[in-house]
Structures are given as C-alpha cells and as structure tokens.
C-alpha cells in the first residue's frame, strides 16, 4: 500500500489505484486513493502480462478501503475485508462483485478459506463476531462469545468444522459443534491442528500445551533454554 500510484488505461480514461494487496494465483486487490471510487482485480502473469478483471464498484455497493483479501483454495472467489467492516466477494473468472456480507459491528481481523474442494470462508471481526459463507448457502453469522474484544487471529480447521479466535488480551476462544468454548487464562499464541482436534497454546517463552477440544491438557511441551551452557 502506499507510494506512487498504479495507471490504467481503459476505454474511459486513466484509472489511478494507489493500494495493492497480494492474492493467490497471480492476482491482486488493487484500490484508488483513500479506497475511495473504485476497486480492481489485477490479474498479473509473466505470459499474459497485466490486465485488469474489474474497474468498478457497481452501484449502490460503496465499500471502504479494502485491508485484507484473500483468494479461494479453488481459484473462484476472492474475499476482501474492508475498513468500515463490509465483507466483498469477488468472481476470480471475470473480475465481477459476487455479493457484499454486511452486519459486522467492527473491522474485519480475520479471513479464512477452509475445504479446499469445497470453499467454505470464515470472516471475524475485532469484536469475536463471525460469519461463514459458502457460495451455495446463505451467510450464517455466529453469535459472538459474550465480552470478546480486540481479535488478532482467527484460524479454522481444513474442513471448516473448528475454528479459533485468540485475542489481543490473550484469550482463546473455539467454535465448533454450534457452540463456543473459552480456554482458561491467558496466551500469547495459539495454533489450531489441520484436523480441527488439537489445539497447542503458548501461554509464555517457556513452551506450550496441547489441549483437545474438550478444553483437557494431554501434554506440556517445554521449550529448550538457550544460553545456558552445556
């Protein structure tokens, strides 16, 4: 983002975008100044060199600037966050807006695709709130955990079953089977298995726990001290 701007030449005239946020396969969200007027997918290859998908919001459809996109395991749909807390979604083919998910009561924090076949994304916001989307289905938002503020990461398992949120605080939080689960006391990090079962917590330097969903500790790993001698 940021720096000297990108120009376009379209039947219209110059189109100047200013942000670039990188996507899967070669294709980028691209955004004009303060993310104001239009969006843009810019596909960007060495054989086919630089076009353009997308040079318009369509109207009615306003969105801030976009903060964060991602693209889908099955290169169809790209998903953009943006600042006032709209979730865009995009046809990779052609460049067209697909749908906006609105209801977010704050910034977008977290983008996740899960089911890599079968893309299944996963949007939460700094405020715990959470919506799933699958291309076939009506948004399903998830009533946020109670008090959970200030979300830094979100992380969901391959099959879209389980997925965490961890907080700027420290606290952790699991969605699955329909309901929340909140891990007791504090960490700095936190890692969510593939299969959705495990959950590893880094609660300081000194290494981590293994815990399954049931919230039960199997294991203690301690991290090896450094500088000690031998």
């Known amino acids: 983002a940021g720096g000297d701007p990108e120009t376009f030449s379209v039947p219209s005239g110059p189109l100047k975008f200013f942000s670039r946020i990188a996507l899967d396969l070669g294709h980028f969200l691209i955004s004009g ?130 997925a965490a949120i961890h907080s700027k605080a420290g606290r952790i939080a699991v969605f699955a089977g329909g309901r929340w689960t909140e891990y007791q006391g504090t960490a700095e990090a936190f890692a969510l298995s593939d299969s959705g079962k495990l959950l590893a917590i880094s609660k300081d330097n000194s290494g981590a726990e293994i815990h399954n969903l049931a919230g039960a500790r199997l294991a203690v790993l301690n991290a090896p001290r450094i500088g000690t001698g031998v």
């Open 33 to 162: 100044p303060r993310g104001r007027g239009r969006l843009a997918i810019l596909e960007s290859s060495p054989s086919a060199g630089r076009r353009l998908l997308s040079t318009a919001i369509p109207e009615g459809a306003a969105l801030g600037r976009a903060i964060d996109a991602t693209a889908s395991p099955d290169g169809l749909w790209i998903a953009s966050a943006h600042q006032d807390g709209n979730l865009a979604i995009w046809h990779i083919a052609d460049g067209k807006l697909a749908v906006i998910l609105r209801g977010f009561h704050g910034e977008i924090a977290g983008l996740k695709w899960a089911r890599p076949n079968e893309p299944l994304l996963f949007a939460a916001s700094v405020n715990g709130e959470m919506i799933r989307w699958h291309p076939s289905e009506n948004p399903n938002v998830l009533t946020p955990l109670e008090g959970f503020r200030d979300l830094d990461d979100l992380q969901v398992s391959s099959d879209g079953g389980t």
